[in-house]
């Protein structure tokens, strides 16, 4: 891709990603779960695809302070006419380094039983799905991993080679 910049994403870009956050997810309503926070105190390890002075991709990631050796995505998203050209594979790149500066061995992450793409995107990215509680459509599912019937398939991958 021409002139695609990936960098740590600022306080600035909040409100272009959450203007469009709910269309890139096809109309679901996530833009609650994704408050300014994460791009003011999670800033090291949160990254933005930038293409002529726009932004076509994001991810939101985290240290765990609970597990030193842990890190998490909150959020991965990509802009719909730049999808399936490995940008969001880039973004994880860069977040993968970043994460194991800071020591950390695995990464996780979880995702609605409804998003397949997801589904399918972070078993291509390497990720295995945790045991879970129920099976939806052969997948492994945690319920009500997240309260009020949020059920959830919940994601690791190692960082080690
Ligand atoms: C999921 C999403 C982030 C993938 O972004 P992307 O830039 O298209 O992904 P990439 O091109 O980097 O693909 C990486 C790998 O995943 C695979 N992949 C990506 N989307 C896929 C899909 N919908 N179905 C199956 N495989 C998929 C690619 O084929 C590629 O595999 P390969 O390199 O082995 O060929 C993007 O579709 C998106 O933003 N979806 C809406 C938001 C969302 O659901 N985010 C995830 C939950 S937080």
């Known amino acids: 891709m021409d002139d695609l910049t990936i960098r740590p994403a600022e306080p600035s870009d909040y409100q272009s990603v959450i203007s469009t956050l709910d269309d890139w997810w096809g109309g679901r309503h996530m833009s609650d779960m994704l408050p300014k926070l994460f791009f003011v105190h999670f800033h090291q390890t949160s990254f933005v695809a930038e293409q002529d002075g726009k932004i076509?991709?994001?991810?939101?990631?985290?240290?765990?302070?609970?597990?030193?050796?842990?890190?998490?995505?909150?959020?991965?998203?990509?802009?719909?006419?730049?999808?399936?050209?490995?940008?969001?594979?880039?973004?994880?790149?860069?977040?993968?380094?970043?994460?194991?500066?800071?020591?950390?061995?695995?990464?996780?992450?979880?995702?609605?039983?409804?998003?397949?793409?997801?589904?399918?995107?972070?078993?291509?990215?390497?990720?295995?799905?945790k045991p879970g509680n129920k099976v939806i459509e052969d997948i492994l599912v945690t319920e009500n991993y997240d309260g009020r019937g949020g059920d959830r398939v919940l994601f690791v991958k190692s960082l080690e080679a």
């Open 56 to 129: 076509i991709g994001f991810l939101i990631g985290f240290l765990s302070q609970t597990f030193p050796d842990q890190a998490y995505t909150h959020f991965i998203g990509i802009h719909p006419d730049h999808r399936r050209g490995g940008l969001a594979r880039d973004l994880y790149r860069n977040f993968f380094a970043a994460v194991r500066k800071h020591g950390c061995r695995t990464v996780h992450c979880v995702t609605s039983p409804v998003n397949k793409a997801s589904i399918a995107f972070h078993l291509r990215m390497g990720f295995s799905i």
